[in-house]
């Protein structure tokens, strides 16, 4: 038992610090207002209710006819082939697009000579030209012969006979968009840091397993984004092929009717319902690529210096002992030989 002092604190106690700094008050903090924010906020509401109130009632939209073609046997079997067009469209861009990056960043000048020739001309001129070239590529080659140059063709059909306008209008659309698409590529490509492609070759894989197995996995998350924007890009660009001239599409189709019924407006206002219908899935599909894709980059890395990190293995170094005169060296447990009794604790 520990003798008390009458004027002094317990005996074996530490008595408080006499500069000790007075307990503070805790900081009632006051949320900033923003009034101006709220007023444009509520402006912004008002003028999307008024258009939406003020579209409602126009008789120019004409709603009914709106509900009566949008779900018309007419318009989805055009909506199904705008569908086909840029599925196909993309595949065959992105199959081409990727030669064409791997083509750009060969050291072989004229080999990326020829990749920049390409995207020089399918850049440079506008997606309508192309697509009406297209529609024309029948009066410039009147047939498609197989054989050896300057010699009797093997085989010899006639153009028109082999390509119809849907596959022209995938040709036109495809080539078009693969000078974008590898220009997206190797931007994906240059992304990934060099030493990744020395150690696969050190580890003895080929040029095509670099490619396959460590380059093109993490540069999908740089590809991924500006992919996605091209393939709603190429939905809406299907609206062109009538220039080829391709008349199935949803556009086209929804524009005929429109000529039939002389009211234009609505069957304008159906297909861009089926547009954004569209591109909305198109959108949600993105967005899980991206997040796929995206998997272990920029998550919180383990603070090593964190002392509340979860650590493995022995502590090592210098620990203070309190009351002591001399700190305590704690060194890793042995590794003892079998048979043999190690002391294996602190010294």
Do not use: C
């Not at 949320?31 to 444009?40: E, K, N």
């Not at 069957?267 to 861009?272: G, K, P, T």
Request: charged share 15%; glycine share 6%; hydrophobic share 50%.
């Amino acid at each position: 038992m520990s003798a008390t002092h009458p004027y002094g604190p317990a005996a074996g106690s530490t008595p408080p610090p006499s500069d000790a700094p007075p307990t503070s008050e805790p900081i009632k903090a006051i949320r900033l207002r923003h009034p101006w924010r709220m007023v444009f906020a509520v402006l912004l509401v008002a003028i999307f209710a008024f258009f939406v109130i003020d579209a409602a009632f126009r008789p120019a939209y004409d709603w009914p006819a709106v509900g009566k073609y949008l779900f018309d046997r007419r318009i989805s079997m055009a909506a199904l082939v705008t569908i086909e067009l840029t599925v196909f469209s993309m595949v065959i861009a992105i199959i081409l697009g990727v030669i064409l990056a791997v083509m750009r960043l060969s050291p072989n000048p004229v080999v990326k000579a020829v990749a920049w020739f390409y995207l020089w001309i399918f850049r440079g001129t506008p997606v309508y030209v192309q697509l009406t070239i297209w529609g024309l590529i029948s009066l410039i080659y009147t047939s498609i012969d197989i054989g050896l140059p300057f010699m009797t063709p093997w085989i010899s059909f006639s153009t028109n006979a082999a390509l119809n306008t849907f596959t022209l209008a995938v040709i036109g659309l495809a080539l078009n968009e693969a000078a974008y698409m590898a220009e997206i590529v190797r931007a994906g490509l240059l992304s990934v840091d060099k030493g990744q492609e020395e150690a696969s070759v050190a580890l003895g894989m080929s040029w095509s397993q670099t490619m396959t197995r460590v380059i093109l996995p993490q540069s999908m998350r740089v590809i991924i984004p500006p992919t996605g924007n091209e393939v709603i890009s190429m939905l809406k660009t299907t609206s062109l092929v009538t220039a080829v001239p391709f008349s199935l599409e949803l556009f086209t189709r929804s524009r005929d009717i429109s000529a039939e019924t002389f009211n234009p407006i609505p069957l304008l206002i159906v297909a861009s319902i089926w547009y954004l219908f569209f591109t909305s899935i198109l959108m949600v599909g993105q967005y899980f690529l991206e997040k796929r894709f995206s998997r272990g980059v920029g998550d919180r890395q383990t603070d090593k210096s964190d002392p509340a990190a979860p650590t493995t293995g022995a502590i090592t170094g210098v620990v203070p002992v309190v009351g002591a005169g001399q700190p305590t060296v704690v060194l890793p447990p042995k590794t003892d030989a079998p048979g043999t009794t190690g002391d294996g604790g602190a010294r």
